[in-house]
């Protein structure tokens, strides 16, 4: 069934249990390896028919049941006017990380159909090359994670300088957010107007705040962007680690389906967010490099705990790590696939 | 009251909350850093009149309710055999990390009265300086926290050699866990023998566990820790972050103080643990950076949410940070002492 991912995402009844990746194209794939050989990341991202074909690198390899657009939650920010690279073995690094009025105010809206034009055209090569037979998520980060990266410069654990801006000067606070907001969501309108048929919205760090800090400061520049995906009619997927104690006010700004990291059981999030919306996760990434034994035992537990009921789609808690045997990847989409078959 | 910390932890009334903060003597306080221009922070916790000294800081400096032994988790890893250095800008590194069955074996259970007569030594001279006023608390490394450091050979942000020797060689965890917590038990117990009149578990990194995983690879390690000291009598925190998936957990596991967090509202942690056991924290450390308001109305928060039941000791959600204000730690300490006074 070519639309079991998008069935199940609408929370419609499915022959079987769909199943992506996230990062499931990337470093732990040798045919991917292979073209990082000659291009760096970036490079990837911009070159419209390279990014067609490492996306389509695990649909035809592992047979799962979305592709994912090969892009870079970060890829706005270069032309908003904060270019970044990425530094191997570190991450992504920020020329010029933002943390005063003046950096706030040099970042401009972007127009996504010009300043991202590539992004589109790999979203229509994509669309081309699947020819219908697998859906196409688009993907963006959300205003928070993305404003972290700019004020920190890079990866963060402790997220000081951010939550110094957020508390400390909450007006620049909320003109930055509101910039990030505006791009995020001309972004994925953009890319449904180029044919992403799904998108999912990734709020990676907003687990490192209170619920009280969510509701004050991520969640009046984040619904305005699921509200105006609603028009669309493509499904939404909201995703953030470490959001147990979150996943209410979640839900209440918006989404089709609510993506859970490993740490709160499947069943759990059911019984917390109600039948009115879809599930999406959550295996322990690390899993993935556990012998077989374990690994299916941990298949199974997601299934049992996502339960009967329609609107789970498979997926790790997080993105799958470099070191990940491949035929792991192929093998969990097949068993989840035979397991839940009706 | 000079045991309203201890009181506390007991669930019986007090005069006023009590107060301490995690890493409350460190970088932030100008008196520590001359100290450190001197001496490494291992030299400090080897000389037992310097550790005493740095421990005293900030009792004298802002009042806080308990002192807390100063040292590093970590010590206990130099006399099994696994010895390690601090390196600026990057936290521990371990010489060579344990991450096969030679280098489990190579572990040795250590007397704790010999190996680390230093920690000793300072818990004695500290009892003598506090003299009565001020109650002393002591602490060690969770096994799972230990293993973590011991494995990745220093801080990790994803424990990918942690999970993959838990999920690998479940054999081999279960001997390393099982010495680590015997060295845990022994080291507190050696602790509670030379003074300390409370005790405080830092399980830190476990709340990257699922509960799943919890019950199968953490509990049976870190039950007997806790069951072994009951017959102290001494109280117990048994504190770890991110943990709100695991806080039933951790109470079944042990401790007389539960603490969490700044993600997870007191409240709530009332409502899940229930009345028989007390609870710390729990105020966001960014906020000690924050304007003066914004760090009223979060300590306010906290003790509206911990309510008015005994059992309540205010701290943070996790240590003070380098930047953090002396001014604000103290002004917090009075604020909570003055809103809950009776």
Not at 116 to 132: K, N, T
Not at 319 to 328: R, S
Request: charged letters at 25%.
């Amino acid at each position: 069934m070519w639309d079991r991912f998008l069935r199940a995402c609408r929370r419609e009844p499915v022959d079987a249990t769909p199943v992506w990746f996230m990062r499931q194209a990337g470093r732990y794939m040798p045919e991917y390896r292979k073209i990082r050989e000659r291009f760096t990341l970036l490079e990837i991202c911009k070159q419209p028919e390279l990014a067609t074909e490492v996306t389509l690198q695990p649909v035809l390899a592992h047979g799962v049941d979305a592709a994912i657009l090969f892009a870079d939650i970060l890829l706005p920010l270069e032309p908003m006017g904060a270019p970044f690279e990425f530094v191997a073995g570190e991450g992504p690094r920020i020329f010029e990380p933002v943390r005063d009025r003046k950096g706030v105010e040099r970042l401009r809206v972007i127009d996504p159909e010009e300043d991202l034009a590539y992004v589109m055209q790999a979203i229509r090569g994509i669309r081309r090359e699947l020819d219908g037979k697998t859906p196409l998520i688009g993907f963006a980060g959300a205003p928070f994670t993305l404003a972290s990266y700019l004020i920190e410069g890079g990866k963060s654990s402790q997220f000081i300088k951010t939550k110094s801006l957020m508390y400390g000067e909450p007006e620049l606070w909320g003109q930055l957010m509101t910039k990030l907001s505006e791009v995020t969501r001309l972004y994925l309108l953009a890319q449904v107007a180029a044919g992403a048929q799904a998108l999912q919205v990734f709020d990676s760090w907003v687990g490192q705040l209170s619920a009280a800090d969510y509701r004050e400061f991520i969640q009046p520049y984040l619904k305005p962007v699921f509200d105006a995906l609603k028009q669309t009619k493509v499904p939404v997927i909201h995703f953030g680690t470490d959001t147990s104690t979150l996943l209410e006010i979640q839900k209440e700004t918006g989404g089709d389906v609510i993506g859970a990291d490993w740490r709160i059981p499947l069943d759990v999030v059911r019984r917390r967010l109600g039948s009115d919306v879809a599930i999406q996760g959550n295996l322990d990434p690390h899993l993935l490099n556990a012998p077989r034994e374990r690994l299916h035992a941990g298949v199974r537990a997601v299934l049992r705990e996502a339960g009967s009921a329609p609107g789970h789609i498979f997926n790790l808690g997080h993105g799958i790590m470099p070191h990940t045997p491949p035929a792991a990847v192929k093998e969990v989409t097949e068993l989840v696939h035979e397991w839940t078959a009706h």
